[in-house]
């Protein structure tokens, strides 16, 4: 049990530090006939159903200041959202892993909407989903439907194995062998699992005290009515303590499994 309580923990720590980002990018009318606020407000509703459904321990979703904080401008990720002729190339940009947007179009007297959600790396659409209503209200319907099952794509889910019973042999069962009397560890090898342990968990609590620096420093990115060079100098800050905080949480858990491992198998 203690075993495998340690793994968990390591596990877990993991996946943190290989948080992603996903950049939901404002969705735009070809035609011009959906009012800005209307648009503005189908957006944060897919903001809304991708936090909901993305763990936050894999998964961060970019706010509408970050994204233009990269574009430059309020005016100038309007018009670069709405010219992109690539979203992937769009979702580099703004320094994200992922990236969706919706754009509203027309068929005969309906309104439609089609989501579009990539993989910035790989440049591949991972999936989308359209449909068309005779007014905004029903293409909010058709994102509250259909975009969970969208975002849920960029879920990781690990297979389950499961092992086949073994079938009854007729041989006779060949007498037990005397086991092996266990080897007493030597107290070398206890003081060396001690030393993995405290340096494990000293990283795991320097991750900690980054994780809040990191935390502060966002909270600073976000205040409202600052220069242009206050946000990318804060930015920056922040992604630093970002990276240090991930290095300081995978050489920890290293560390403490390690630790436990020579505790347990030696």
């Known amino acids: 049990m203690k075993k495998q309580i340690f793994v968990l923990l390591f596990l877990t720590l993991a996946a943190y530090a290989q948080q992603e980002r996903i950049a939901i990018i404002n969705t735009v009318d070809d035609y ?43 005016e100038n990720t309007v018009k670069v959202c709405k010219e992109a002729s690539c979203l992937a190339d769009l979702g580099k940009q703004v320094n994200a892993d992922y990236v969706a947007q919706g754009r509203i179009g027309r068929f005969k007297e309906d309104l439609t909407i089609n989501v579009e959600l990539y993989n910035v790396k790989t440049g591949n659409l991972m999936g989308s989903f359209a449909g068309n209503s005779k007014d905004v209200t029903g293409l909010l319907a058709l994102i509250d439907e259909k975009a969970a099952d969208l975002f849920k794509r960029m879920i990781i889910e690990k297979p389950i194995v499961v092992e086949e019973p073994e079938l009854a042999k007729m ?46 420093t966002y909270k600073g990115y976000n205040v409202d009515e600052q220069s242009q ?7 920056d800050e922040a992604e630093n303590v970002r990276t240090q905080r991930n290095v300081f949480y995978i050489i920890g858990g290293v560390l403490l499994a390690s630790g436990v491992g020579v505790h347990i198998w030696f």
Do not use: H
Not at 184 to 206: E, H, N, T
């Open 32 to 74: 011009d006939s959906v009012s800005v606020a209307n648009l503005t407000y189908l957006t944060d509703r897919l903001r809304e159903v991708a936090v909901n459904i993305l763990p936050d321990e894999q998964f961060g979703v970019m706010t509408t200041e970050s994204i233009v904080a990269f574009l430059g401008s309020q």
């Open 171 to 216: 041989e006779p069962v060949p007498a037990k062998p005397e086991a092996p009397k266990a080897e007493k560890p030597s107290k070398s090898r206890f003081w060396i699992a001690v030393g993995l342990d405290v340096a494990g968990a000293a990283m795991l609590v320097a991750g900690y005290m980054k994780n809040r620096e990191m935390n502060d």
């Open 229 to 235: 060079s206050f946000y990318d100098k804060t930015w």
